[in-house]
């Protein structure tokens, strides 16, 4: 008995938008971002942070989810932290922002998840990634700590 590949057949628009490979616009995606999402990260921003996200992925240098974010925040792991402001529910993840103030670790939000995740090369969204300093990519890094630094932080 062989395995045979069924053809995906898009259903609805979203699905077709996807398979076409156009992407939502940085305004479309702000719409839909959390009310706690504060500083959240410019256009401009948010690409210097994906690209320094994808160059930390491929060297292995990046904590990925809640759980093992917080792990290392605890730790006293140094690095940038950069939240997803689509995500709910806002529990999951509203503490982080105080700890980053705690242990002077610079946090910005951007717009999507799932775009967090792709770059970060996974197929799933991701709601927190930190971000370790490296050789290979420290011009980017220090650019980004740069700017994510500042940013103004919430009252």
Not at 40 to 62: D, E, G, P, R, T
Not at 91 to 112: F, G, K, T
Not at 136 to 155: M, R
């Amino acid at each position: 008995m062989t395995k045979t590949k069924k053809e995906k057949v898009p259903v609805d628009g979203e699905e077709a938008a996807a398979a076409d490979g156009t992407e939502k616009s940085y305004h479309e995606l702000i719409a839909n971002v959390n009310p706690i999402a504060q500083p959240l990260a410019s256009k401009k921003l948010s690409k210097k942070l994906y690209k320094c996200v994808k160059k930390a992925a491929k060297v292995k240098n990046i904590r990925r989810g809640v759980k093992e974010v917080q792990k290392f925040i605890n730790k006293g792991e140094k690095g940038i932290v950069v939240l997803a402001g689509d995500t709910l529910p806002i529990d999951v993840y509203c503490h982080l922002p105080v700890m980053c103030e705690d242990r002077n670790l610079p946090y910005a939000y951007i717009p999507s998840k799932g775009d967090l995740g792709s770059s970060a090369g996974s197929k799933r969204p991701t709601c927190v990634i930190l971000i370790k300093p490296h050789q290979d990519y420290q011009d980017a890094y220090d650019e980004c700590v740069e700017e994510v630094s500042s940013l103004p932080k919430p009252l």
